[in-house]
């Protein structure tokens, strides 16, 4: 997990809002912002995709893949 802050280098990247993915919680729906990045692992080139809640700061950037 990443700042939020940190997300903002993946903007460059980030889909269209109809791309954006809706999270169920106990407390409520969350909107995520999604971005495609690359990710270099031990020489491998990972595609993966950047998610961070549309609303909100604090830690909550997700990288992972799909």
Request: glycine residues 10%; contains cysteine; positive net charge.
């Amino acid at each position: 997990m990443l700042e939020s802050d940190d997300c903002k280098f993946f903007m460059v990247g980030e889909l269209p809002r109809e791309y954006w993915r809706t999270y169920s919680t106990l407390a409520r729906s969350v909107l995520m912002r999604v971005a495609r990045a690359i990710a270099v692992i031990g020489g491998a080139r990972l595609e993966i995709y950047v998610e961070t809640p549309y609303f909100g700061r604090g830690k909550s950037c997700l990288a992972g893949r799909s």
